[in-house]
C-alpha cells in the first residue's frame, strides 16, 4: 500500500508570495490533518479535514488555509508568505477520526526568501 | 507552560545501551500518548501508541505511562546505530490534534 505522499518536496518562495502544497493521503483514509515543523517550536498542528470539511484548527493566523476534495486529497495554502514560514510542512492520514494512529508523508520543505 | 515538555537532548549512548526517553504533559484528561520517531529529512513514524496508563512492548521499544505523574516513557533495549534518530513523544488532544514533545535527539554510537 502506497503511503502519504507530498508535493512538491521542496519550495523556495519569497515574501509576500503565495503557495500551495499538496496531500494525497493512504488509500482509503479519509482524514487529513496538516503540522508545521520548525527548529524552534517544534511540530504544531494547523488544521485537520475530514469528509471535505475543516474538523479542528490549531493556532496559526488566516493565512494558512486548507481544502479537502472528494478523493480525500488535501491541499493547503499560505498567502503574504513571511520568513517566520520557512519550515517543513507534513501531512498526515488516517482511516477515520477515533484517537488512531495517523501515518506522516515526508514533508514539503518551504523556504521563504 | 507547554502541554509537552520533552528534554531535546541531543543525546549520545553506546551500542547496546538502554535508552530512556521521557516526557511530561500538563493536561490530566489526555488519554492517548504516542512516540514518533523521525529520521533527518523524513516524517515522523509511529513507533508506539498507549492507550491510559500502563506498559506496551514491541520487540526492543517499551511505552510506558504514568498518569498520577503526567510522565511518559519510552525505552530502547540493546540500541543499535539505526536508532540514530529524533524522538517525539505526542499526545492527543482529541479530533486527530496531535501536540508534541520537541523531540530528543538520540546518537547510538557503534
Known amino acids: 500500500k502506497a503511503g502519504v505522499t507530498q508535493t512538491p518536496r521542496y519550495l523556495i518562495k519569497t515574501r509576500g508570495q503565495q503557495v500551495t502544497l499538496s496531500c494525497s493521503p493512504i488509500?482509503?483514509?479519509?482524514?487529513v490533518s496538516w503540522y508545521q515543523q520548525t527548529p524552534g517550536q517544534g511540530l504544531q498542528f494547523l488544521f485537520e479535514y475530514f469528509s471535505e470539511t475543516q474538523r479542528n484548527k490549531g493556532n496559526f493566523p488566516g493565512r494558512f488555509s486548507g481544502r479537502q476534495f472528494s478523493n480525500s486529497r488535501s491541499e493547503m495554502n499560505v498567502s503574504t508568505l513571511e520568513l517566520g514560514d520557512s519550515a517543513l510542512y507534513l501531512c498526515?492520514?488516517?482511516?477515520?477520526?477515533?484517537?488512531?494512529?495517523?501515518?506522516f508523508g515526508p514533508g514539503t520543505r518551504l523556504t521563504v526568501l | 507552560q507547554k502541554e509537552v515538555e520533552q528534554d531535546p537532548g541531543p543525546l549520545s549512548v553506546p551500542e547496546g545501551a538502554i535508552v530512556s526517553l521521557n516526557c511530561t504533559y500538563s493536561?490530566?484528561?489526555?488519554?492517548?500518548f504516542m512516540w514518533y520517531r523521525q529520521y533527518s529529512r523524513k516524517g515522523p513514524e509511529l513507533l508506539m501508541y498507549t492507550y491510559s496508563s500502563g506498559n506496551k512492548e514491541d520487540g526492543r521499544f517499551t511505552a510506558q505511562v504514568d498518569k498520577s505523574s503526567k510522565y511518559i516513557s519510552l525505552f530502547i533495549r540493546d540500541s543499535q546505530p539505526s536508532d540514530s534518530a529524533t524522538y517525539l513523544c505526542?499526545?492527543?488532544?482529541?479530533?486527530?490534534?496531535?501536540?508534541f514533545g520537541q523531540g530528543t535527539r538520540l546518537t547510538i554510537n557503534p
Open positions: 488509500s482509503g483514509h479519509r482524514s
Open positions: 498526515a492520514s488516517s482511516l477515520s477520526r477515533t484517537p488512531d494512529t495517523q501515518y
Open positions: 505526542a499526545i492527543n488532544q482529541g479530533a486527530q490534534k496531535l501536540v
Open positions: 493536561n490530566s484528561a489526555f488519554q492517548y
